[in-house]
T-cell receptor
């Protein structure tokens, strides 16, 4: 089954304690991205990756890092989480082919609380 | 900077009625997406619109795209309770259309 898998689904952590949210896709998609969803703000793109070892900042990259060492994985790293990073996070992937019906597939979401 | 505006943000409608959600965006784009999100769930892809005049329909939902007006619409026909959800439009931008900017979403409640 084609899917994007995020882990963990729920996480409560303390300010300053480094954490990683994993994202894995089994569709051989080139493009992967991370979003955060906050009430009243919709989804905002944090980082995206066009392929292995190629990443770029989205609209709200501050306080986050990503890496893309393998095609299937795109982890989101919070080196020193702060309470304003409490949010619902989604990972997404899609093929990079232009001009085609390239819908994006979203993971189940990770609800992060930083206290 | 690309801006995407959806309206209305909240919509309460009776079953059987028709309504339209609007999505305006500020710069040229070659693709627009519509997604549905149920409470506590992930996003489900509804439509991908790639060209001016594109129209796609699935059940009671129909989406259209006018790239000249930078406007997409999601039309709901004869609403049923199962359509209650939050609907997002998202506009692709940047080289390779890798950046995706979402509207704030329209929370639809269909009342029996």
């Amino acid at each position: 089954e084609a899917q994007v898998t995020q882990n963990p689904r729920y996480l409560i952590t303390v300010t300053g304690k480094k954490l990683t949210v994993t994202c894995s896709q089994n569709m051989n998609h080139e493009y992967m991205s991370w979003y955060r969803q906050d009430p009243g703000l919709g989804l905002r793109q944090i980082y995206y990756s066009m392929n292995v070892e190629v990443t770029d900042k989205g609209d709200v990259p501050e306080g986050y890092k990503v890496s893309r060492k393998e095609k299937r994985n795109f982890p989101l790293i919070l080196e020193s989480p702060s309470p304003n990073q409490t949010s619902l996070y989604f990972c997404a992937s899609r093929p990079s082919l232009r001009g085609m019906n390239t819908e994006a597939f979203f993971g189940q979401g990770t609800r992060l609380t930083v206290v | 900077e690309l801006k995407v505006e959806q309206n209305p943000l909240f919509l309460s409608m009776q079953e059987g009625k028709n309504y339209t959600i609007y999505c305006n965006y500020s710069t040229t784009s070659d693709r627009l997406y519509w997604y549905r999100q149920d409470p506590g769930k992930s996003l489900e892809s509804l439509f991908v619109l790639l060209s001016n005049g594109a129209v796609k329909q699935e059940g009671r939902l129909m989406a259209s795209l006018d790239t000249k007006a930078r406007l997409s619409t999601l039309h709901i026909t004869a609403a049923v309770h199962d359509l209650s959800a939050t609907y997002f439009c998202a506009v692709a931008s940047g080289a390779g259309s890798y950046q995706l900017t979402f509207g704030k979403g329209t929370k639809l409640s269909v009342i029996p």
